[in-house]
Structures are given as C-alpha cells and as structure tokens.
C-alpha cells in the first residue's frame, strides 16, 4: 500500500512500516535550516532569520494529520500559549458555563417544586381548620341540643309520673266509692232498684248509639257515593317546603273501602273538596307519625282556618270510627285521637298504639316526598324547625 504525503512542496511515497524512519529523516533534512556557527558581526540578522525560518515552517506544518510529523514549534517566547492551549482553555471555560447553568437551573427549578408543596400545604392546613371549626361548631350545636332534649324528657318523666299518681288515686277513689255503694246498696233495696234502672238506661243509651252511628255510616255512604262515585277514591297532596326548595313535593292517597270506613272517608273528602286542607301545615314528626293540623303554615291568624272548618261542620268525626280489617299500618292516614280535623301519617306499624283511631287511607304514591318530611329537621326531635305546608289537595277522578 503506497501513501502519499505532502509536507510543504515535497512529496513522499510511503511504503511498508520499515522504509518509514528513513523517509522521516529525508523529510527533517530537506525542512531543517541549515545549521552554521554565526560570528559575532551576523548574531542578530542569523536570530532573526532562524525565528523567520521557524515560522515559514511552523505555517507550512499546519494542518498536517500525519502522527509521524515533526513536533511544532513556539514562537521565542516560551509563555505565550498555543492554539491548542487556547483552544482548551475556552473548552474548560464552556464546560463550567455549562455546568454552572445546569446546576442554576435545577436550583431554580427545586425553589419553584418547594414553593409550590409550601403553597398547597398551606392551604390543605387552612381547610383542615375550616372543617375543624366547623365539626366544633356542630358538635356544640348538637350538645346543646341533646341537653334541651334531655330537659324535656326529663320534664315529660316527671309528668307522666304525676299523672300516673294521679290516675292511681283517682282509681283508688273509685274503687272505695264502688265498696261505698254496694254496702249501701245492699243495706237499702230502694238503691238496688234505682241502680238497676240505671244500667237498663246505660245499656239502652248503648244500643242507641250503636244504631245511630250506623245510621251516620250509611248517610255517609250514601253522599259520597252521590258526590264523588262509587269505587275507590284518590286524593292528591302538594306541599311546599321551607325555602320553595325543588323536590319531591306530592304524593297520592288511596281512601278505604267505603263498607269499612264510610264516615271517616267521606269527612276527609269533603275537607279535601272544599279546600279547607289549603294552607294547613304539618307541625310534628314524633312517636312514629308525622301529624298536620289546620294551622297555617304562612303566619296567618291560626282562628281564622279554625272558624272554617267550624262553618262547615268538619271540625271533627261525628264518632271514633274504627275497623279492625283496616288498621294502623306503615304508611296509612288516620284522624288524630282527640277529634279535631287533624290527621296523622304512619311512618311505622302502629297497629296495637292506635287501636280505636280512626284510619281510613294509604299512600299509594310519592313514598319520595314522604322520606323528605321524615328527614326533614325538628326541634328536640319532635316539632318541624319550620311548618311544612299543604299548597293544595285535590279529590282525583
């Protein structure tokens, strides 16, 4: 393999590895300048035509590739530093750069990542405090609450052990009254008549009463089949809650057959009709029934609704009606106990707790609205925070 080099203006065949050295020698001969003892009249031009010399063939070796070149030589002055040490130096000076803009720009980017965990801890610890104000808050709502309510049930405690007492004694006296009479009874015939007249009249009255309130059954009876058909009566109730809150707000009520429950449906009928059920208000959720009363839920004069009612004649059932095959069940309607127009909704069986009230209807829809009022909040667990009211209730064909 034969390489040619070029080294200025000579040309050299290079061959095989052996004639290398000799080609190396031939080429320092022919580029060296010669080599001659100056007198001391030439010193200085000899100086500065070697240096000129030294230089032209400092030129001419730039570029060469060639690992088997001639050293390079310096200019005179020995601390002046090559192309090759600048050349480094400005390497060395761009990798420091380098490094010290990457070591600022992970520092920067460490300061922003510690900054932005710092921000958002602070605000998780600012909503921590918010929640634990507020769990506070309530927990303090609650205990006073709880407090309220054991004062009542306290209270209600202590009533009902003096009506216990009371009813104790009034039965004690009753008792000792009856003793009373039958030894005078006994020790006088004219008494034994006179009560037993008494009993004949009792149990006449008795029977009268039984006969009138069939009576009032078949009247009723009669007129509601004449006013709103025979078959099954519907009745739909809309409510309207605190705030005019949107959700379920009605719900249906299926009436009792009316060879069970005549009086009681027609009554209920007639209020419902008549539009004196507009504008009452349920008031309480307690002892498993949700109860409404002609109370006006808008803050007007309770009398006047009363004095409604009053006019009509619906102020309350002619008699306790009751039927042991439609009893108190989940979910049914009854008139409330002590005779007035208001009416109560099981929310449990209370099948044995109301036995002799009157229940004459179901809910057949809107079982949603009725989980509203159950969940809706009262005061010491009994009476609604605020009246819910009946917009309107509507006899459906």
Same mark, same amino acid.
């Given at each position: 393999?034969?390489?040619?080099?070029?080294?200025?203006?000579?040309?050299?065949?290079?061959?095989?590895?052996?004639?290398?050295?000799?080609?190396?020698?031939?080429? $320092? &001969?022919?580029?060296? @300048?010669?080599?001659?003892?100056?007198? +001391?009249?030439?010193?200085?031009?000899?100086?500065?035509?070697?240096?000129?010399?030294?230089?032209?063939?400092?030129?001419?070796?730039?570029?060469?590739? &060639?690992?088997?070149?001639?050293? +390079?030589?310096? $200019?005179?002055?020995?601390?002046?530093?090559?192309?090759?040490?600048?050349?480094?130096?400005?390497?060395?000076?761009?990798?420091?750069?380098?490094?010290?803009?990457?070591?600022?720009?992970?520092?920067?980017?460490?300061?922003?990542?510690?900054?932005? #965990?710092?921000?958002?801890?602070?605000?998780?610890?600012?909503?921590?405090?918010?929640?634990?104000?507020?769990?506070?808050?309530?927990?303090?709502?609650?205990?006073?609450?709880?407090?309220?309510?054991?004062?009542?049930?306290?209270?209600?405690?202590?009533?009902?052990?003096? #009506?216990?007492?009371?009813?104790?004694?009034?039965? &004690?006296?009753?008792?000792?009254?009856?003793? #009373?009479?039958?030894? +005078?009874?006994? !020790?006088?015939?004219?008494?034994?008549?006179?009560?037993?007249?008494?009993?004949?009249?009792?149990?006449?009255?008795?029977?009268? $009463?039984?006969?009138?309130?069939?009576?009032?059954?078949?009247? +009723?009876?009669?007129?509601?089949?004449?006013?709103?058909?025979?078959?099954?009566?519907?009745?739909?109730?809309?409510?309207?809650?605190?705030?005019?809150?949107?959700?379920?707000?009605?719900?249906?009520?299926?009436?009792?057959?009316?060879?069970?429950?005549?009086?009681?449906?027609?009554?209920?009928?007639?209020?419902?009709?008549?539009?004196?059920?507009?504008?009452?208000?349920?008031? #309480?959720?307690?002892?498993?029934?949700?109860?409404?009363?002609?109370?006006?839920?808008?803050?007007?004069? @309770?009398?006047?609704?009363?004095?409604?009612?009053?006019?009509?004649?619906?102020?309350?059932? !002619?008699?306790?009606?009751?039927?042991?095959?439609?009893?108190?069940?989940?979910?049914?309607?009854?008139? !409330?106990?002590?005779?007035?127009?208001?009416?109560?909704?099981?929310?449990?069986?209370?099948?044995?707790?109301?036995?002799?009230?009157?229940?004459? !209807?179901?809910?057949?829809?809107?079982?949603?609205?009725?989980?509203?009022?159950?969940?809706?909040?009262?005061?010491?667990?009994?009476?609604?925070?605020?009246?819910?009211?009946?917009?309107?209730?509507?006899?459906?064909?």
């Amino acid at each position: 393999m034969v390489v040619k080099r070029r080294t200025g203006s000579t040309e050299f065949d290079r061959g095989d590895d052996a004639t290398m050295p000799q080609l190396d020698e031939q080429m $320092a &001969d022919k580029l060296a @300048p010669p080599l001659y003892t100056p007198d +001391s009249s030439s010193v200085g031009q000899d100086v500065s035509e070697r240096s000129r010399n030294f230089f032209s063939w400092g030129r001419s070796r730039k570029g060469s590739e &060639d690992s088997h070149s001639l050293p +390079s030589w310096t $200019a005179s002055n020995p601390q002046t530093p090559s192309d090759d040490e600048r050349g480094m130096r400005r390497s060395l000076v761009f990798t420091t750069k380098k490094r010290k803009s990457t070591f600022s720009f992970a520092l920067m980017a460490f300061c922003v990542v510690g900054l932005s #965990l710092y921000s958002n801890a602070r605000s998780t610890l600012r909503i921590a405090l918010a929640e634990v104000s507020e769990l506070v808050e309530f927990s303090e709502k609650l205990t006073h609450q709880m407090q309220s309510a054991e004062r009542d049930v306290r209270r209600l405690e202590r009533e009902l052990t003096a #009506l216990d007492a009371m009813e104790r004694q009034r039965e &004690d006296m009753e008792e000792e009254k009856k003793v #009373l009479d039958q030894a +005078s009874a006994y !020790a006088n015939p004219k008494l034994v008549k006179e009560m037993t007249a008494i009993q004949r009249k009792l149990k006449y009255s008795a029977n009268r $009463a039984e006969k009138l309130k069939e009576q009032v059954q078949e009247i +009723s009876k009669r007129d509601s089949i004449l006013k709103y058909g025979d078959g099954v009566k519907h009745v739909e109730v809309e409510l309207i809650f605190p705030g005019h809150l949107d959700g379920p707000s009605t719900f249906v009520v299926e009436m009792a057959p009316l060879d069970l429950m005549p009086h009681s449906v027609f009554t209920f009928l007639e209020m419902a009709s008549s539009g004196l059920l507009n504008g009452c208000s349920f008031i #309480l959720n307690a002892l498993h029934v949700i109860k409404a009363a002609p109370l006006p839920y808008d803050g007007s004069p @309770p009398n006047d609704k009363a004095q409604d009612f009053l006019d009509r004649g619906l102020e309350s059932v !002619a008699f306790r009606e009751y039927s042991a095959e439609y009893p108190h069940r989940r979910y049914t309607v009854g008139f !409330a106990a002590d005779g007035s127009p208001s009416f109560y909704i099981n929310t449990e069986d209370n099948t044995e707790i109301h036995v002799g009230d009157p229940c004459f !209807a179901k809910i057949v829809s809107g079982f949603d609205t009725i989980k509203r009022l159950e969940s809706s909040p009262t005061r010491n667990g009994i009476w609604f925070e605020h009246r819910i009211g009946i917009k309107r209730a509507t006899v459906l064909n």
